[in-house]
């Protein structure tokens, strides 16, 4: 019998040891991204990779390390502290993150959403010699790494020459541990979930223009059509995701509010579920509410739990998408496609790779409620919906399928580290 060798050995080259890092990561989780990480790692352990994740305490009351999982990292960053408080917050997340990659002991580090989470890290990965890979389905990188206020602080001009020398003395003996950000990311290895994300980072100015883009996937066991239980009754309308102004929830109210105008009391309903991120916009979307006299269309349903996903779509005949920015790529939008419900939405972003006007959708200028309220007259036409529901379905089936998706970032990352050993034996660095 042959003796069993670990993931990433010489002998067993397919199968990889992985440190993933990531912001936030479920059960504690505000979005997509942390979703689509959780889908990446459950994949790539049940091929047979060894996966560690690093990510925040976001959740928790104080740092907690499962099994394969380190939620050791303080999420948020405070954007203001004196130089002495950044030092000792840069040396835990630093520390946090020795132990993961001594626990890891990783062939590749996958990078997901670092927002929030301090990016010297980004520059720590790079140290480790390894290579890492980038996956971007959102702009929370920026040029320098100008959010992060630790690498912004050392990026910024000391002033009068002495503290320049001051400065830069200080910086260097730093570097030796805490990464300040003294040399570039190496991006090489990255890949986008849409080409419109990936054209806004080129415009930004990271070399990234021939990157892969690897478009995120839905199960379609788990979001499939069931027969619509709703015979009766107002059409009811879902909008599924943050309650945070570029989500555009307004829009959908104002509609609304124009539709009331024309006659459609009794005719649609609205569902809304969601956190509310903005406290502040929140309260705007309710008084718009009242004013409109909107009360008994709408109804609030908070933050859903993933699992019940599906039974949300089934209980709704129209998802709304009526974001109004560059939106990279909605997990939410190929969901309901998948179980069977027309969409009406905006092509900002990554969407207008995804919807086709009067094909599988309806679609809208973000922020114009006027043309929302018009596709909303047109949806509820039964025969219309259900024709956009079948070919919504077919897109998700022919371009999204969850399992051919994770295929692909497995193979991404495989490529990744046989690259990066043929480099070594080749005496390449």
């Not at 002033?159 to 300040?180: C, E, F, Q, Y």
């Not at 943050?242 to 555009?248: E, F």
């Amino acid at each position: 019998m042959r003796p069993a060798t670990r993931p990433g050995s010489a002998s067993d080259p397919k199968r990889l040891r992985v440190l993933v890092l990531t912001n936030l990561y479920p059960p504690h989780y505000i979005g997509g991204y942390e979703l689509v990480c959780l889908d990446v790692v459950n994949y790539l352990r049940s091929r047979g990779h060894a996966v560690t994740v690093l990510t925040s305490t976001y959740g928790l009351v104080g740092p907690q390390i499962e099994e394969g999982v380190h939620r050791t990292l303080a999420f948020p960053t405070p954007p203001m502290l004196s130089l002495g408080e950044q030092i000792r917050r840069e040396w835990q997340h630093y520390r946090a993150f020795r132990r993961a990659l001594a626990d890891a002991a990783p062939d590749v580090i996958h990078l997901f959403n670092l927002y929030g989470v301090p990016q010297s890290l980004l520059h720590a990965a790079h140290r480790t010699g390894l290579p890492v890979v980038y996956d971007f389905s959102a702009e929370w990188l920026s040029p320098q790494c100008a959010d992060d206020p630790w690498l912004r602080f050392w990026a910024m001009p000391a002033g009068r020459p002495h503290r320049k020398v001051a400065k830069a003395i200080v910086r260097r003996l730093l570097d030796r541990r805490l990464p300040t950000g003294r040399e570039s990311l190496d991006l090489s290895r990255c890949y986008f979930t849409s080409k419109r994300i990936r054209e806004i980072f080129v415009s930004k100015g990271f070399p990234v223009a021939g990157a892969a883009i690897i478009y995120r996937g839905v199960d379609l066991r788990r979001f499939h059509p069931v027969p619509r239980r709703f015979p009766d009754g107002p059409l009811r309308l879902l909008f599924a995701g943050r309650l945070t102004k570029d989500k555009g929830l307004h829009t959908v109210i104002e509609a609304l509010g124009l539709l009331a105008k024309t006659g459609a009391e009794g005719r649609v309903s609205l569902s809304v579920a969601g956190p509310e991120q903005d406290a502040g916009y929140a309260r705007e979307v309710h008084r718009a509410i009242q004013v409109s006299r909107l009360d008994t269309w709408v109804r609030y349903l908070g933050l859903i739990p993933w699992d019940r996903m599906p039974e949300l779509y089934h209980d709704h005949e129209v998802y709304l998408l009526p974001s109004i920015f560059e939106e990279p790529f909605s997990i939410g939008l190929l969901e309901a496609m998948a179980s069977g419900l027309p969409v009406v939405g905006t092509t900002a972003g990554g969407s207008r790779e995804v919807l086709v006007e009067g094909e599988n959708s309806l679609t809208f200028p973000a922020g114009d409620a006027a043309a929302l309220a018009a596709q909303l007259w047109r949806v509820l036409d039964p025969n219309l919906r259900a024709r956009l529901a079948v070919a919504g379905r077919r897109t998700v089936e022919e371009r999204f399928p969850l399992e051919r998706i994770l295929s692909q970032i497995e193979a991404f990352l495989q490529d990744a580290v046989a690259q990066h050993r043929a480099g070594r034996q080749g005496g390449v660095r």
